[in-house]
């Protein structure tokens, strides 16, 4: 499941060469591959949000982000923000290097 909070954040990481060689492929691959939703913010993800935010403990895009995952029933949150994964969620936090151990371990 990817939020399409996300989505925006990785497209923003691109440069203009990047998209055409990486964004465009990476994103066909999200939005058409059986493994990974893109999941849009609702009346009902953005409700959840606000409640985080308002707890002062994130920024709006991050409890976006998970807010997502907790009513979309993700599995894991994945991130490289280190100051995220310091703060409790209710979701299991990994970095993408321990994902991908945890995906090649099976």
Do not use: N, Y
């Not at 059986?34 to 959840?48: G, I, L, M, S």
């Not at 599995?75 to 409790?88: A, H």
């Not at 209710?90 to 970095?95: D, F, P, T």
């Amino acid at each position: 499941m990817v939020s399409t909070v996300t989505f925006a954040e990785l497209r923003a990481g691109f440069s203009a060469e990047q998209v055409r060689t990486v964004w465009k492929p990476l994103s066909a691959h999200l939005l058409s591959s059986p493994d990974f939703r893109v999941e849009p913010v609702d009346a009902d993800v953005a409700e959840a949000a606000g409640e985080l935010r308002q707890s002062g403990r994130l920024a709006l895009p991050d409890a976006l982000i998970v807010a997502t995952g907790r009513l979309r029933g993700a599995q894991c949150l994945v991130t490289q923000d280190l100051e995220l994964r310091k703060v409790k969620l209710g979701l299991s936090i990994k970095g993408p290097t321990e994902l991908l151990r945890s995906v090649s371990d099976r």
